[in-house]
């Protein structure tokens, strides 16, 4: 690999705030002009993320096994799998902090493998667990962040506590880390990875082992970000959070791009309009697929439940007990995420 | 503007650089934030630091020193046995304290608090990590030096202007100690190997002629405690504090700046490894 670095004259530029401002943006676009050109290959208007081939292995093992992807500036990308199909690697590989076996990455026009640091720069990072400063109080956990990213404290100050209030944190400021909830270390988090306002953010499963009004909450501030214009990555399991949250993804399974489109657009393709789910026991429901044949478009038994894709659910049901069949429980749902990825993979998101 | 052409210039000339990705020249952060926290949590934990050699000083100096009575010094003249031991109870102080920074301090801040992997997702290399962080062993170090010194003087056994410089001296010794203990931390993975540091460093302070000369040993013996680091930081403590200044000074400094000099390649070679994989 090639040794760089931030070129120091390139890091005043970024990091040069006149006194007062509170935006960097303006600074930020200057070194991002400036070094486009520099990229090897010519790249979109807006495209902020360009991945062409890449490919991450650890020794045979190949945890990112060739993807190709693009995401344009203000765009809600998001990455879908299960645990293991290379989404934390290839959001490490992004975020600059793990370099690729091969294929091509830019970041803003950068590569990130030789501009790690110029590339960081540019990046706000919600890594899939918290690594807060606990020996910080939490005001000053954003005000060190910053600093690593070389901003001088008269512009961390009142964006700290610009963050803090977008944060709903206000008045925990003066507190301790480990007194803050799993939520509230969540918000702080996303707040500390906006404290060099990051032209991209990337959200590594940002709401796992949330509580639901948690979750909610969180949703909210992230979609506040969307709305104003920042380019957001987000890993997922959950498929809910995929469909609030992305307006494009990928489904990722075994390092390997399964499909990819809008959450609508996914379900369209891969999935019927509605779902019914009966439960049979859990005897039955792997056996009582002859009876069910013909019903729907399409039959998927699993361990649990047996799931009958059809364009009208009731309808589907009503021919179940028309055949003299009595589930134990009946669901007509809409077709999700979730059955897309089934349909892909054969296997449940969520083991 | 000329951002432009400057920027690929100095880009050029940043791919050629050595240090190139590990490094951003932001040190300064991670010290600020080292000093932060001390501010806020560890401050009773630096006292602790301090209080050590002193505790040993007043019951080995003052307690069995009145047993012993007075001992031979470096330059041949009498001393008091705590005036012999002091400066070797400083130099085991630089030693632990670099030491604890540097392994069991580093080896939490990676593996648990994640501290690292944090500053890593911003502009800051690996290398500003660990200069800042040797840094900060090193202030720490200079710190007690200079309290421990001054507890000497109280004391009444400072006897020469010279003894000022134990304090520099210290800070050597510490930057020997710390910048090797980096290195050797980034191969440990787990608590039982972090006891082997334990079980290298209490032998070494017991052994290295901290209360005793060197000479009581068969000649075998003095070889090994000789090719020991801490042994050169004892003499070297104990020269400066009576001012009796030999050619051997020079190789006790010259050993701790080779140390400190293959601590720190060392060092980076394992963050390149560690970081940049």
């Known amino acids: 690999m090639p040794p760089s670095a931030v070129p120091e004259a390139q890091v005043q530029v970024l990091f040069h705030i006149p006194e007062g401002s509170t935006s960097l943006r303006r600074v930020h676009n200057k070194a991002i002009v400036s070094s486009s050109p520099s990229a090897g290959h010519p790249i979109k208007q807006h495209t902020v993320i360009a991945a062409q081939d890449l490919r991450k292995t650890y020794g045979d093992l190949a945890a990112v096994d060739g993807i190709s992807f693009s995401v344009a500036a203000g765009e809600s990308f998001g990455l879908l799998g299960p645990n293991g199909a290379g989404k934390s690697t290839t959001m490490k590989m992004i975020g600059a902090v793990t370099q690729r076996t091969s294929g091509q990455l830019s970041i803003m026009g950068l590569d990130p493998d030789s501009h790690g640091p110029e590339v960081r720069a540019n990046l706000g990072v919600v890594p899939q667990q918290d690594n807060l400063d606990e020996e910080l109080r939490v005001r000053d956990n954003l005000l060190v962040y910053g600093r690593y990213f070389g901003l001088p404290m008269s512009y961390l100050k009142p964006k700290a506590d610009e963050l803090l209030e977008f944060a709903q944190l206000t008045d925990k400021a003066k507190s301790k880390v480990d007194a803050l909830s799993g ?169 | 503007m000329s951002i432009v052409t400057d920027s690929h210039a100095v880009a050029e000339e940043a791919r050629n650089r050595t240090f190139g990705p590990l490094y951003s020249r932001n040190a300064k952060a991670v010290i600020s934030r080292g000093l932060m926290a001390t501010k806020s949590t560890n401050w009773l934990v630096m006292l602790s630091g301090f209080f050590e050699p002193v505790l040993f000083l007043i019951s080995m100096g003052v307690g069995l020193g009145a047993i012993v009575g007075a001992v031979q010094g470096p330059d041949g003249t009498e001393i008091s046995y705590a005036a012999y031991i002091a400066p070797a109870l400083l130099a085991v102080s630089a030693m632990n304290g670099a030491v604890y920074d540097s392994t069991w301090n580093v080896f939490f801040k990676m593996n648990f ?165």
């Open chain 2, 113 to 277: 608090a994640k501290l690292y992997q944090g500053m890593l997702y911003t502009s800051l290399g690996p290398l500003d990590v660990a200069l800042g962080e040797i840094f900060l062993a090193l202030l720490r170090g200079l710190l007690y030096a200079t309290g421990f010194t001054a507890v000497m003087g109280v004391m009444g056994l400072i006897t020469t202007p010279w003894a000022i410089l134990m304090i520099p001296a210290s800070v050597l010794i510490a930057f020997g100690f710390a910048s090797l203990g980096m290195g050797i931390t980034s191969f440990l993975k787990t608590f039982q190997q972090m006891d082997w540091i334990n079980f290298i460093m209490l032998p070494m302070f017991l052994f290295s002629a901290t209360f005793y000369p060197l000479s009581v040993y068969p000649q075998y013996i003095q070889w090994l405690i000789q090719a020991m680091p801490l042994w050169h930081g004892v003499e070297l403590l104990r020269q400066i504090s009576v001012g009796a200044f030999t050619p051997a000074t020079a190789i006790h400094v010259g050993y701790y700046v080779l140390m400190t000099a293959l601590g720190m390649l060392l060092t980076t070679v394992r963050l390149r490894k560690l970081f940049l994989k």
């Open chain 1, 183 to 351: 939520g509230m270390k969540r918000r702080l988090t996303i707040a500390r990875s906006l404290i060099n306002e990051p032209r991209i953010l990337l959200l590594d499963e940002p709401t796992t082992g949330l509580d639901p009004q948690a979750r909610h909450i969180l949703w909210d501030r992230l979609f506040r970000l969307k709305e104003q214009g920042v380019t957001l990555i987000l890993t997922t399991h959950y498929m809910d959070e995929a469909e609030q949250l992305c307006d494009r993804l990928i489904v990722v399974d075994k390092g390997r791009i399964m499909a990819e489109g809008s959450p609508a657009q996914l379900i369209r393709e891969h999935s019927t309009r509605e779902v019914l789910e009966l439960r049979f026991g859990s005897e039955r429901n792997t056996t009582v697929g002859a009876d069910l044949q013909g019903i729907g478009e399409r039959l998927e038994a699993l361990p649990d439940r047996v799931l009958i894709y059809a364009h009208d659910g009731e309808a589907a049901l009503e021919e179940v007990t028309s055949r003299g069949l009595r589930p134990l429980t009946s669901l007509v749902r809409r077709s999700s995420l979730e059955d897309v990825f089934l349909r892909l993979t054969g296997r449940s998101l969520v083991d």
